[in-house]
């Protein structure tokens, strides 16, 4: 059977095919009987399903279903609010005799984690501010395991394996050629703060080395990893003796990145590297969002509604057929 990834399937189709399990729930709807909730994936993307009506003698075959397990799943594809979904009729976990390739259920940053590792560090251990350098090689460092499949979130971009690494490669890559342009920026500060600004989403966000998040830690969902970050700069400076105010911009970076304090930050950037590392983030964030809808789009068509992007619906411009 050739498989059907997510991104390809249309509402109307009824498909059979392997997907893998992000999260799983029993729930009892408001007539009483209990369904199937299902957030499916694969290394095109995801996709809600549901199996309704489940009855009692089914039950407890459907508890055996766990996270990260792969199903084959045959169903009706539907659209919900502007959303595939998948109107779920058979289900069943997948065995050895499915020779089941886990590449294509797994996303993975496009490029390698070792490569964007070793080019975040170069650029850390540049740096001309000893400080600087010595703060953020030392974070690199004790972090390099953890970086090389860590995702930067657990559903929203960059939400894949190594998308942390991948999140802060473009960014630095954006930052020089920011410093270019504003030579006023502080070269050294504002690439600290993009290599910094995100790196307690390991502490935030739980993860196993698939890249493949379930949720968030106690911690994170109490702190945050703007809060979080602040208290790691702070234990580490302490420790590697960094001046009171290097660490307190680096602070204030963390603090200030998401800008809105309905997004976390309870100040606003108060010096020109700090508003530069929020626009980089944003400018980041957003074009990831738009590359991910788009490559899903057919050239001259609209894409499903994207909520990250205030629930716009983009344009893939069609491709031009005049040589």
Known sequence: MKNRYIA?????????????????????????KTYLDLLLGDNSGEINGKKWDIADNEIAGLQRIKENSILKIRALVTE????????????????AEDHIDMADFIKAAPEDPQEMYDYIYGKAAAFADEELRSLCTTILQRRKDQLMYYPAAQKNHHAEMAGLLYHEKRMLMMAERACQVYTNLNPDLLMAGVILHDIEKIDEIESNELGISPGYSFEGKM?????????????????????????????HMMLTHHYEPEYGSPKKPLFPEAEMLHYLDMIDAKMFDMQEVLEKTEPGKFSERVWTLDNRTLYRIGEDKDD
Do not use: C, Y
């Not at 390809?8 to 009483?32: C, H, M, Q, W, Y």
């Not at 919900?80 to 065995?95: E, S």
């Not at 702190?223 to 234990?235: A, F, M």
């Open 8 to 32: 390809d399937i249309r509402p109307g189709e009824d498909i059979t095919s392997f997907f893998l399990v992000k999260s799983i729930a029993l729930k009892v709807g408001s007539n009483k």
């Open 80 to 95: 919900w609010n502007g959303m595939k979904q998948l109107r779920i009729m058979r289900i069943r976990l997948t065995g």
């Open 223 to 251: 702190l945050g990893h703007l809060v979080l970050g602040v208290r790691e700069i702070e234990k580490i400076s302490n420790e590697l003796g960094i001046s009171h105010e290097k660490a307190v911009l680096i602070e």
